[in-house]
């Protein structure tokens, strides 16, 4: 059996560790498969995917084109519809058929958290904070959800794309100096946090019970919430999280997750989790 090719888009992609995973995952279960990462913005988007439809068995998509690429899809499924934003795209007969698998990765890096009647603040309005609320109305039922975005119009079309999945939720547009009361969980999902830099001031965790950072190296955004007495979670659970069940869809195979956190442990990936 040939090779089968398989790729990353989006931009920055050249420390993304999503290589290094499909990469192992193919070794360890015996395929014929290779994986790249390819920069790509807007303007470039249109060739690449027209590229990869006809020399690629599929593709993962990363910001900034989750949203854009959905337009490309052929078939979508039910969660790309309800999300507004795809992160896989396997192709068929040059056919793309559009996943989201973020919001599962999500899922199962928070765990057995306890949300349920709870606040929870989304730094962010892309497509990574719409697959973290997906996750969140799907699989438990918090209270409240706010969502905090440089752009007040983007956080409020996100609102308005889920009111009809929140019966039970208030789903709000928030500043930083809104927020009061106490929070079960905050997640930061925008590419703007790194280990210099940091979208919120130290003392915006003072009533914070878990930091999630969808980055995944050990940011100012969780060293802030470490010094502030919160619980951190990073974001390498949610990635191979999401990537396993990726590799899945592309294969039809079980991912090796253990042995994938193995080698990137190795690598020196950071984790940051502290939530069992």
């Avoid at 470490?226 to 659970?237: M, P």
Wanted: glycine share 8%; charged share 20%; with cysteine.
């Amino acid at each position: 059996m040939a090779s089968q090719k398989y790729a990353l888009i989006g931009s920055p992609v050249s420390r993304s560790l999503s290589p290094l995973i499909y990469n192992t995952a193919f070794a360890f279960t015996n395929l014929q498969g290779s994986y790249e990462a390819l920069e790509v913005s807007g303007s470039t988007l249109e060739d690449v995917i027209s590229r990869l439809r006809m020399g690629y068995a599929g593709f993962n998509v990363t910001a900034p084109v989750k949203e854009r690429t959905v337009d490309f899809l052929d078939e979508a499924s039910d969660e790309v519809n309800a999300i507004g934003a795809v992160n896989t795209v396997r192709i068929t007969d040059s056919r793309l058929h559009g996943f989201n698998t973020d919001w599962i990765g999500f899922s199962h890096a928070i765990g057995n958290a306890e949300l349920d009647g709870k606040s929870v603040i989304i730094l962010g309005a892309g497509g990574s904070a719409k697959a973290v609320v997906y996750a969140l109305l799907r699989q438990h039922r918090p209270r409240r959800i706010q969502i905090m975005n440089r752009t007040r119009a983007r956080a409020e079309q996100l609102i308005r794309g889920f009111q009809k999945l929140a019966p039970c939720t208030a789903l709000e547009n928030v500043s930083q100096r809104d927020v009061k009361e106490e929070i079960a969980l905050v997640v930061q999902t925008t590419s703007a946090s790194t280990p210099e830099y940091s979208p919120v001031e130290v003392n915006f965790f003072k009533n914070i019970g878990i930091a999630f950072d969808l980055v995944y190296e050990d940011t100012l955004f969780l060293r802030q919430a470490r010094s502030a007495g919160c619980r951190t979670v990073g974001g390498l659970r949610m990635l191979v999280g999401q990537a396993a069940e990726a590799f899945r869809i592309y294969t039809g195979m079980p991912c090796p997750e253990e042995a994938v956190l193995s080698v990137l442990v190795k690598a020196k990936a950071y984790d940051g989790t502290y939530i069992q």
